[in-house]
């Protein structure tokens, strides 16, 4: 066999080696890749890191997941969610506090300088908040009136099937490698 052929075939074999695999996670799994867009989940995750991100049937507060943008079609955004569907959510004083009781965040860049009225979830719903509170635009202020864009939004959920994905690794760069695990916010369930 010459050079040419084998060269060749080893070019196959890699490329069989990549595709297989990444068409498995990627067809079958759901396994999906994306970039952080902003620093809105600083200091979790930086702008620029690049993510593996997994399908789940139960998004759970504490999760950080990939969600279509609610105002921008096409657009992805990285978020934490911080209650689920039936929850009762409010943020007042620099503290977010689910059904009456504070939710303890060590994750935060600094604490949030708004407060926000109650706001009830809605069935199959999530309602997310960044990381970096007060350079995120998230449930707590995507509501907004198209007629006047610089007041204050209000809160808004989001449909659970928004979800495209659990965060499970930083993959890029490589001195940011790392599995990224959900931070389990203590039962908030009411009742």
């Known amino acids: 066999m010459n050079r040419r052929r084998q060269s060749v075939y080893v070019a196959y074999a890699v ?42 049937t139960a998004y759970e507060p ?6 279509h943008d609610p105002d921008v079609d096409g657009q992805y955004l990285v978020k934490r969610i911080v209650a689920i569907e039936n929850s ?10 689910v059904n009456g009781r504070y939710v303890s965040e060590p994750y935060l860049y600094e604490p949030m300088r708004y407060d926000m009225a109650e706001y009830t979830v809605p069935p ?3 309602f997310v908040l ?3 509170r007060n350079q995120s635009e998230d449930s707590h202020n995507w509501d907004r ?19 495209i994905g659990r965060v499970v690794a930083i993959y890029l760069p490589f001195d940011r490698i790392q599995r990224i695990r959900s931070y389990r916010l203590e039962d908030l369930r009411a009742g």
């Open 15 to 56: 490329l069989a080696l990549v595709i297989v695999p990444f068409g498995y996670f990627y067809l079958f799994l759901g396994v999906r890749f994306f970039r952080v867009p902003s620093v809105s989940m600083v200091p979790t995750l930086e702008i620029a890191d690049y993510l593996v991100t997994v399908p789940d």
């Open 62 to 67: 504490g999760d950080i997941v990939v969600l």
């Open 88 to 97: 009762v959510v409010r943020a007042q004083g620099g503290g977010l506090f």
């Open 124 to 126: 199959d719903s999530v």
């Open 130 to 132: 960044g990381d970096n």
């Open 145 to 163: 009136d198209p007629d006047k864009p610089n007041a204050p939004g209000k809160p808004r959920a989001l449909p659970r099937d928004q979800v």
